[in-house]
């Protein structure tokens, strides 16, 4: 298979084995070298590429990863080849990618400075393409019920993490569902999975990597997701000064209108009950069919519902440090 690619994307002869890298939670990547150099071929998740509307969605990434590149955004592109950037090859579709040596971020390296980098640069993204009045957020509808019930019957170990969660769960998702009504309805370009594992730095550069998830959606959403993300968040220790940080240098570069119902926002911020519902799902062996991926959906649901259990503690100062001017 690596062969055919390589072929494919006129790279030369591979001069070595493909390793596998480890790092990404939902697709496979492997670091290949050929006579021209090392790359990285992505292959995507055969599940998440059996859904509806997969393909739709990659191809909006790929118009918009071409948006991004022509604006200067410092990512890592795909590799195209007679305007074509997805392969098939074997029966998978994957991505090729110049090799970038850098690395990701710990919680603990991350400061101020590289805080104050990537809101800037997200701020860069989000004033590229403004689109007032479109709403871009759904409603979700997830049977947290029905899927406890099933993780009950099959004796699986994510039951006992599940169990007397329904209420909270619930109620995060019917706040966020009534909130829709109260977001600004704007649209722009957002990379929708900006965490620091997202962003590889040498030095004080960087590069932005997983350009997949591009798409319109709500800037402010993205703002609250992605300075959570950045200031401790996904480790349950918040760094307030990081996420003061991250919103005061995205005001400073932005040309939305900062005064806005931020409570809405911090409702609105429940997608980590998506990403807990498709881990279930891989945790019970729905739409998942490796041990490799089970075991990675228990993994993330024990550590996603900590998330959601933090999110509700630390409301108060998260509201308090937005609403000051």
Known sequence: MFEKIVKEVHLGKLISTPVRVYGGLTHKMFMLETEKGKFVVKILNENIMKRPNAMKNFEKADTLECVLKGNYIPCVYSLTTNGKKMYKIDGFYMYVYPFYSGQSLKHEEITVEHVKKISKI?????????????????????????????????????????????????TSLENGNNAIKYAPKVSTICH??????????????????????????????????????????EE??????????????????????????????????????????????????????????????????????????????IKETILRTLKKD
Not at 151 to 167: F, H, R, V
Not at 257 to 278: A, H, K, Q, T
């Open 192 to 233: 929708n999975d900006l965490d620091s594992k997202n962003v590889l730095w040498i030095g004080d550069e960087y590069r932005i990597i997983d350009l997949e998830c591009l798409c319109y959606s709500n800037p402010y959403l993205e703002l609250m997701t992605l300075a959570l993300c950045w200031s401790g968040y």
């Open 236 to 313: 349950n220790n918040l760094n307030i000064e990081l996420f003061k940080a991250f919103i005061d240098e995205y005001k400073k570069n932005t040309k939305l209108d900062m005064n806005i119902d931020w409570e809405s926002i911090y409702y609105l911020n429940n997608d980590r009950l998506s990403w807990l519902e498709f881990n279930i799902k891989r945790s019970l062996m729905i739409e998942c069919d490796s041990k490799e991926e089970q075991e990675l959906g228990i993994k993330e649901v024990k550590k996603t519902i900590k998330h959601v259990l933090y999110y509700d503690k």
């Open 122 to 170: 997200v701020s860069k993204i989000h004033n590229i393409d403004i689109k007032e009045g479109i709403n871009t957020i759904p409603e979700k509808t997830i049977d947290f019920k029905n899927y406890i019930d099933l993780a009950k019957e099959k004796k699986s170990i994510i039951y006992d993490y599940l169990y007397d969660m329904l209420d909270n769960l619930n």
